[in-house]
């Protein structure tokens, strides 16, 4: 909520004093870039502009080429580490997309998750517990019958070809400004008039940091027209399975190699294909088009930290959340702010 939004609804004092406040407040806020326009960068800057920061987003690349945009976006805490900061900051997005999920033109849904294990047993984790997930009886569930055992619970996911674009709207209407094809070698390069820096460059903080800890977890998917399907199919055994139903189309997947080639490979297209319709029982679906991103994984977890540049401004990191970055998007952008605010 903007400081101006949150004083008029407090019923306190005469509207002119009320803007007056308004006003001095933003006044105070300083200039904040954010590095990258993922699903964290964005998310950030929006949390950081609702608040009356001066924000710009600089980015490489934007659009349908990023690794957000290439991701099944659906809640669930994945290739990512430390496995407990993580389940906070996933639980706190939880609770923020299920408010998202009543406002139009969001993305943002609850859907059925079906999570299951070829061989042995899946137990419900306790994070998973306390959102009541069920156990499934694999003998009596399409597609589970394919399975030895597995979990159910509602999960939100956030269809990519619409949040993306609500987050960059949503982002303008604050006030941000999102400056696009912005190639940069290091952190120390955003202009001297910004002077806290949010890193959400996701893999690219390889470079700008630099961060040798990182490493691309490769992830291919390929979207299918919309199926019949009413639910989420998740298994992480060998071979990664998924299958995702969105408004208008369904992602199938996946891989989770490292690698930092983001051309599509035609065979393990195929084989993605051949799993997902195996697991569904249907015949191999016409391929709308084929992606690829590169999760942003670090072997020392996420790296959620104030830092300095070598100027003396203070830079905010947030990255690493591997296959994670829509689940603990929120959770870690509220962070950021009480990072930024504590400066001020």
Excluded at 191 to 215: H, K, S, T
Excluded at 235 to 248: F, G, K, Q, S, V
């Amino acid at each position: 909520m903007r400081a101006e939004s949150a004083l008029r609804t407090s019923g306190h004092g005469p509207s002119w004093h009320i803007s007056v406040q308004t006003d001095l407040l933003v006044s105070m806020k300083k200039h904040v870039a954010v590095i990258g326009a993922g699903v964290s960068g964005l998310t950030c800057g929006i949390l950081l502009a609702e608040q009356g920061y001066l924000t710009t987003i600089f980015a490489e690349e934007t659009g349908t080429g990023i690794t957000s945009a290439a991701a099944g976006a659906i809640w669930f805490p994945y290739d990512v580490e430390p496995f407990d900061a993580a389940i906070k900051w996933a639980l706190e997005s939880y609770r923020v997309y299920d408010l998202l999920r009543h406002e139009p033109n969001s993305g943002v849904s609850l859907i059925e998750l079906q999570t299951f294990s070829r061989h042995g047993t899946i137990p419900i984790p306790e994070w998973a517990n306390e959102l009541g997930a069920t156990l499934l009886d694999p003998s009596g569930e399409r597609p589970m019958a394919s399975f030895s055992h597995g979990f159910v619970m509602q999960v939100p996911l956030i269809d990519t070809t619409i949040y993306l674009p609500y987050l960059t709207k949503r982002f303008a209407v604050a006030g941000g400004r999102l400056t696009d094809k912005t190639h940069l070698s290091a952190l120390d390069e955003i202009p001297a008039e910004f002077e806290i820096v949010a890193n959400c460059a996701g893999i690219g903080a390889r470079i700008l940091v630099p961060d040798d800890d990182l490493e691309p977890h490769r992830g291919q998917v390929v979207i299918v027209p919309r199926l019949d399907l009413n639910c989420a199919v998740v298994c992480d055994d060998e071979p990664l399975m998924y299958a995702i139903p969105r408004t208008n189309d369904c992602v199938f997947g996946g891989t989770n190699e490292i690698s930092d080639n983001r051309q599509p490979d035609p065979a393990t297209t195929e084989k993605i294909l051949g799993e997902c319709s195996r697991v569904l029982n249907i015949g191999p679906p016409r391929v709308l088009t084929e992606r690829v991103g590169l999760r942003p994984f670090r072997r020392s977890g996420v790296r959620l930290a104030s830092d300095r540049l070598t100027d003396g401004r203070t830079v905010i990191h947030n990255y690493g959340h591997g296959g994670s970055g829509f689940t603990l998007s929120w959770g870690c952008a509220a962070d950021v702010l009480r990072f930024a605010e504590a400066i001020c």
